[in-house]
């Protein structure tokens, strides 16, 4: 985007020198007028005055050079040590911080932390989060296995107020580790990252969803040099297209010790020899997050028409709607708001093709063409839903298309929780062996009913194939293999 850069000398924040002695004045970003400092400032001409400016700044000030004054240092990045930043008499030209933050949000989290030595947390991760976050119990547990501390913070004030929260965080003492699940407790313009990044934190970044449904929050590229995990790999090659350096794919796991001593509540207690299904209509605030996006009528007729096995996910949907570049900006709004349209279509199809199936979730689903569907409401995730897959005979699952090839918590929690599933077919299967995955899969919606009838008795084969599921994901695919991934990964 295009913006005026305000000339005034109230557009810099001051902050005093700490050293002792005269400390050198240093310019974070000059302004479009750098001429004016030395009025504005008080600078005399026989003191040298330090400055580090964004390239990209200076290219967009006509005669830029000729304007700054002769007793001012241009310096690189790597001049503006801890040292000189700890002792040093700095200027930050604020409206250049907002607008080229990968260059400047560096330079802050060396300002701010200085040369200041830190205590090391040994073995320490933190994980931002909120109170009823999903996945932090899991990650947790997992990180914790593996001989670390695990610290909660919040995420809402981290990623609000990065620059007052974090910094005393870090003097409590500085942890290997800060992962982060979708951005939460990273600021959008990276200045968190960068405080991290200079305490000697790694980052990490777990996208569990869309990538591209969350990058567009963030306003700097400093994602780019972030190490990102994705559930889903398909997305690994549009990232890197994007610019990502470091992916790695992480895909969704069980916690076998929180899918124990769960219980049945009272509108589930008569699901023996029943098939369920067990989901929300919709993500939260969806009809918000996607506003004043439409899907065409002639996507919507292809999508609602087709009877056949393709897959209306949010690739093809960027195939159709031309669209190039995902990020920056929110061109990639309209492909997530097409692959939820066929998402909703494609779970109310299987839905509706299910017949006698009890359905617990939102009212969303009360408009399901299906005379047979037993509706009841939500269930709570960790103290009920494992109790209800070891109950009903068969558990539905059925794939969003927002992730192409990704995993949902079905394809490994139901196993686990000596429960039986039959699923979609899909590329994210592929991490599990074709014996598995080839006789529970349907590629059709009308496949479901006769998929329920072979697997819901009791018999050897279901028995074995049971065991083999189980078996496979408590070896490969729990969290705890997770954690030992994104360790690895991380150098840690």
Known sequence: MTKSMPASADQFEWRPGRGSGQSPTVFLGLGPEPDKLPEWFDLPPDKPVLYLESQAFMDQIDGYAARVPAHFIHISPDEFTAPLADRARAARYLPAHRAFPSFFAPLTARLTLGGHSRTRLERTVWLPCGDADLLIAELTAAFTAKGYSVRH?????????????????????????????????????????ALLREAGTEVGVWLVDNPFNVLPSVRSGYWRDVRLFVTDHSFIGPLIKAGARKVTHLPLAAAPALLDGTVLPDHARDLAGKLVF????????????????????????????DTGTRRYDYHWWRDRLGVDALWPGNAGRAVGAGA???????????????????????????GLANPD????????????LPAVYREAAVTLNVTGLQLPAGLNQRNFDVWCAGGYLITDTHPGLSIFPPELTDPIAYARPEEIHDLVIR??????????????????????HTYDNRAETILKTMRL
């Open 153 to 193: 913070i919040d995420h809402e004030a981290l990623g609000k107020h990065p620059g007052s929260v974090l910094p005393d965080l870090l003097r409590e003492g500085v942890p290997d580790l800060f992962f982060s699940i979708n951005f939460k407790g990273l600021d959008h313009y990276g200045l968190a990252c």
């Open 278 to 305: 067990v989901g929300r209509s919709a993500f939260p605030d969806r009809d918000k997050f996607f506003a004043g996006e439409t899907v065409g009528d002639e996507a919507r007729a292809l999508v609602l028409g």
């Open 340 to 366: 939820e349209f066929a998402s909703r279509a494609w779970k109310f199809r299987c839905l509706e093709a299910a017949g006698r199936i009890t359905v617990f979730g939102d009212d969303g689903w009360r």
């Open 373 to 384: 569907a037993d509706l009841r409401g939500p269930l709570d995730y960790y103290a009920h």
């Open 455 to 476: 697997h819901r008795e009791d018999t050897r084969t279901r028995r074995d194939l049971q065991r083999a599921w189980r078996e496979c994901i408590l070896r490969d």
